[in-house]
Nanobody, 124 residues
Framework: QVQLVESGGGSVQAGGSLRLSCAAS????????MAWFRQVPGKEREKVAG???????GYAASVKGRFTISRDNANNTLYLQMNSLKPEDTGMYYC??????????????????WGQGTQVTVSS
């Protein structure tokens, strides 16, 4: 089992920045694919960024160029640097992982480990 704990959420004005962190513990070996999802009330959880084996990264079109996903393997921590934040970035952000070298194409159901979420609110 892998436990994930997010931190770093908060309230910022549009144009501001936040860095989310996700601390992983437990049996993390083999959990190469890690991702950040966000969810707003009434909508499906959507993937905003993922990092796979060889640290290959991918981003949703809506955040590309503004968000950067990275990880510190020595400290088992995943990050999401969010710059130029917009009100539409508001939501609950979840850290997720799965036992796969490459990140699956599927949605949330493809991930087996989840954190409890951290709220990001961007005001205009």
């Amino acid at each position: 089992q892998v436990q994930l704990v997010e931190s770093g959420g908060g309230s910022v004005q549009a144009g501001g920045s936040l860095r989310l962190s996700c601390a992983a513990s437990g049996n993390t070996g083999g959990t190469y694919c890690m991702a950040w999802f966000r969810q707003v009330p009434g909508k499906e959880r959507e993937k905003v960024a993922g990092i796979a084996g060889f640290d290959n990264t991918g981003y949703a079109a809506s955040v590309k160029g503004r968000f950067t996903i990275s990880r510190d393997n020595a400290n088992n921590t995943l990050y999401l640097q969010m710059n130029s934040l917009k009100p539409e970035d508001t939501g609950m952000y979840y850290c997720a992982g799965t036992q796969s070298f490459w990140c699956p194409d599927g949605g949330p159901a493809a991930y087996i480990y989840w954190g409890q979420g951290t709220q990001v609110t961007v005001s205009s």
